[in-house]
């Protein structure tokens, strides 16, 4: 389970990686066409769709990576044993809201079955909309996988840093 969790986040590095670079390239291309007076119409709807993937696999790539912003100046001075269940109750909730925002993501993808993006033909608006609850249906197990390492590490594993240490 544990390689195939790894395989996932190098899939999603590397998804995400040629994602940015192309739409780079696209918006850097219909910079170029639009300013020698032939525009690409199709490209700025090929970077949204590309940023919206972007969005939510990078949230869980820095979720992975334990990247994402936290505010640690009060939370710092509680008592380790605090730390430990006030992290546990925090990644509970965001659980819990993962699980709203996937129900909601996969009822917004089949409402938008019939609709066709941007008006390409044969592209359906639900491609765009999936992003949210496979993004949240990511981040999910990587929440678990967190809790799962926490209460195996025990308290021991709230430590906070020396440079919040050095701040206060």
């Known amino acids: 389970m544990k390689k195939l969790y790894d395989y996932i986040g190098k899939a999603e590095v590397f998804i995400v990686k040629t994602a940015l670079a192309i739409i780079t390239a696209l918006v850097f291309a219909t910079a170029i066409a639009r300013t020698i ?5 199709w490209a700025v709807d090929v970077a949204t769709f590309l940023f919206a993937w972007c969005v939510f696999l ?12 936290s505010i640690e100046l009060v ?6 044993k605090a730390q430990f269940y006030l992290k546990i109750m925090n990644q ?4 819990l809201f993962l699980a709203v925002l996937i129900g909601f993501g996969l009822w917004l993808s089949y409402t938008t079955r019939l609709r066709t ?3 390409i033909p044969g592209f359906s ?17 990587t929440t678990i996988v967190k809790i799962k390492e926490q209460i195996a590490r025990g308290y021991q594993s709230v430590q906070t840093t020396e440079s919040n240490k ?3």
């Open 37 to 41: 007076g032939h525009p690409i119409s």
């Open 58 to 69: 990078s949230a869980d790539m820095a979720m992975r990576n334990d990247k994402l912003v």
């Open 75 to 80: 939370v710092s001075r509680l008592p380790v």
């Open 92 to 95: 509970i909730l965001i659980i």
């Open 117 to 119: 993006y941007q008006g």
């Open 125 to 141: 608006y639900t491609w765009v909309t999936l992003s949210v609850p496979v993004g949240c249906m990511l981040m999910l197990s």
């Open 166 to 168: 050095e701040f206060l």
